[in-house]
């Protein structure tokens, strides 16, 4: 069958670095995403890694291991509005996404 | 504001009434989806339409009835629900396939909050 893994909660102090980790098994690969996710509110786009690799954007940065079946996000200098779900998705074979259950970020100050 | 807006954004409906959803993109995509989140659970994927066409069903029961009128409009008519479908619904659009044959990001409406008593 086909699984996406992600810890289900974390938590991290503000300011500080926090990594988020996905893992996963599917029917083929063409390509995963993180959104991000607030309380009440869309999913919004993060980022899109199709190739082995880290993808940098501001303060997130997302990395993918296609041989390992492994991505995680990076998130520096956190701020309190950081406070949300992340979500890993996979597209399969068939360009269907596969969705984690997704991590819930607590920041503390 | 992602460019999709749906409606209502919370809904309360006993298992013997009709109720539908409406989402409506304004982002000129030609591929909408509607998904279904429960608490602690992924993200499952419902229908999706591409050019107005239905590509995919994920073995949805048939108490819920996709429409795609037009490329800009998506409802979810609901008939007979049960208390386990309460989740929030989301609707979601995207450029469909790219050139390299993938779907681009897709963008999210707030979502239906559904109770079914």
């Known amino acids: 069958g086909q699984n996406i893994d992600q810890p289900t909660e974390m938590t991290a102090t503000e300011g500080a670095i926090v990594q988020i980790n996905c893992t996963y098994q599917?029917?083929?690969?063409?390509?995963l995403f993180w959104y991000q996710q607030h309380a009440g509110e869309a999913p919004t786009f993060l980022s899109y890694?199709?190739l082995d690799g880290l993808e940098e954007k501001g303060r997130f940065s997302s990395f993918l291991s296609r041989s390992k079946g492994y991505s995680y996000l990076l998130l520096k200098e956190l701020q309190m509005k950081d406070s949300a779900s992340y979500l890993c998705?996979?597209?399969?074979?068939?360009?269907?996404?596969?969705w984690g259950a997704g991590t819930k970020l607590i920041i503390k100050p | 504001e992602t460019g999709v807006t749906q409606t209502p954004r919370h809904l309360v409906m006993g298992m013997t009434n009709k109720k539908s959803l409406k989402c409506e993109q304004h982002?000129?995509?030609?591929?909408m989806y509607w998904y279904k989140q429960s608490a602690k659970k992924p993200l499952e994927l419902m229908f999706v339409?591409?050019?107005?066409?239905?590509?995919e069903n994920n073995s949805v029961p048939s108490r819920f009835s996709p429409e795609c009128p037009n490329s800009s409009h998506l409802f979810l008519h609901l008939h007979t629900l049960q208390p386990e479908d309460s989740a929030l619904y989301l609707c979601?659009?995207?450029?469909?396939?790219?050139?390299?044959?993938?779907?681009?990001?897709?963008?999210f409406g707030p979502g239906t909050r559904l109770t079914v008593l």
């Open positions: 998705a996979v597209s399969d074979s068939n360009y269907q996404l596969i």
């Open positions: 599917t029917s083929g690969f063409n390509g």
């Open positions: 979601a659009s995207s450029q469909g396939r790219d050139g390299t044959g993938g779907y681009n990001e897709q963008f």
């Open positions: 339409y591409s050019l107005e066409e239905r590509v």
């Open positions: 890694n199709v």
């Open positions: 982002l000129g995509h030609n591929a």
